[in-house]
């Protein structure tokens, strides 16, 4: 009976501990509410303008990718504690202890909160991306390559920036060491993610963080992609049937992927398949701005607010992926240079709204109505 009684007790002050920190946490995190709310009403409205299909499957990929992350936190901490047991000696009962401990990690602090609204803003803005990505070219056909391949050999100062860069690069390992941590991007992306996203402590960074990653896929993936829309260097010959000056680099990858891992080269014709049929198991083509240059040089941002071997580590490696974007011909030079600035300036209106934020929360906390105060100012 006590036994009973004690474990009605632990997971009632563990529903309690979780309730209070979402709460406590809500204010903080509304500036995240804000935007899934804006950006999905507007993926909303123009799908139906549009008479568009809403696609909603990157949400359970999300939701997916929070599992399978959440399982190997859950397992590396597990691990932790357990070699912590073991050089304390192995007590007694050591699942009873690894378990008391593991939750009081997961509860600590805000983290409850900060999971929690985490997953229900974060979710919404990534099907709000997916959705319109893979509607670009029905909302704005490619008509941007040319011009962006034209921009690229004024970079190039007469030539394409994928020959430049060819002589140092076009060798087989080095073309497929560079598609690995091209590809490692993801894994990279969602380590920094969940680990702002479920942070015990909610601060200022974190948030600035989050809002800028959010302003990045949907402004910068949805809409200026629209404005821009384009396909990149792997697709213009197929767009533009006869001479493409991205021949000789096609070729190349081609000839490179038989016999060394360059996945890049597979993914490109799926891509096109699937935009060719239709639909598929991967949809959006769309290479103006350079999603994975833009969160790379965030993270790089980000890195240097926490410290400086951070900060180098992430901007060496943005710099890969911003070459290994010109020389997969995912995309062209010039998205890569946007994608840099874009980062900069989502960085930078991020953190404008985490100063409103502050100022807000400031007034509320000192119980001055907000109203009142911008009069007086």
Not at 68 to 81: K, R
Not at 179 to 200: E, I, R, T
Not at 228 to 233: D, N, V
Not at 308 to 322: H, P, Q
């Amino acid at each position: 009976m006590n036994l009973i009684s004690s474990r009605g007790s632990t997971a009632w002050h563990l529903i309690t501990t979780c309730h209070v920190s979402i709460r406590r946490t809500f204010r903080e995190n509304a500036p995240l509410y804000f935007c899934a709310i804006l950006f999905c009403g507007i993926t909303l409205a123009v799908t139906r303008i549009y008479g568009l299909a809403f696609e909603a499957s990157a949400g359970l990929f999300f939701l997916g990718m929070v599992a399978e992350f959440a399982f190997l936190g859950l397992s590396l901490l597990a691990l932790f504690e357990f070699v912590g047991l073991i050089r304390s000696g192995f007590p007694d009962q050591p699942l009873t202890i690894m378990a008391k401990r593991m939750t009081a990690r997961l509860t600590a602090q805000d983290r409850p909160g900060n999971i929690f609204h985490s997953m229900v803003a974060l979710t919404p803005l990534m099907v709000s991306f997916a959705a319109l990505k893979d509607q670009i070219p029905a909302l704005h056909p490619f008509a941007w390559d040319k011009s962006f391949m034209e921009w690229d050999r004024v970079i190039g100062m007469g030539r394409e920036p994928w020959e430049v860069l060819q002589p140092w690069l076009g060798h087989a390992w080095i073309t497929a060491s560079i598609n690995f941590v091209y590809d490692g991007w993801f894994l990279l992306m969602f380590l920094v993610l969940f680990s702002q996203a479920f942070a015990a402590k909610g601060s200022a960074l974190r948030l600035q963080f989050l809002l800028a990653f959010s302003f990045a896929w949907f402004i910068g993936g949805n809409v200026l992609a629209v404005a821009f829309s384009s396909a990149g260097p792997c697709f213009y010959g197929l767009l533009f049937p006869g001479h493409s000056p991205y021949t000789a680099q096609m070729a190349y990858l081609e000839a490179v992927s038989r016999s060394w891992p360059v996945w890049s080269v597979n993914v490109q014709h799926t891509l096109w398949n699937d935009y060719i049929a239709g639909h598929g198991r991967l949809g959006g083509i769309s290479a103006m701005p350079s999603m994975h240059v833009t969160i790379a040089a965030l993270m790089a941002i980000w890195g240097w607010r926490i410290n400086r071997v951070i900060g180098l580590a992430l901007t060496a490696f943005a710099a890969v992926i911003l070459i290994g974007s010109i020389h997969l011909a995912w995309h062209y030079a010039v998205d890569g240079i946007a994608g840099i600035t874009l980062a900069a300036i989502f960085w930078a209106m991020a953190g404008t709204v985490v100063r409103a934020s502050e100022r807000y929360m400031g007034r509320r906390r000192a119980g001055i109505p907000a109203a009142l105060d911008s009069i007086r100012v």
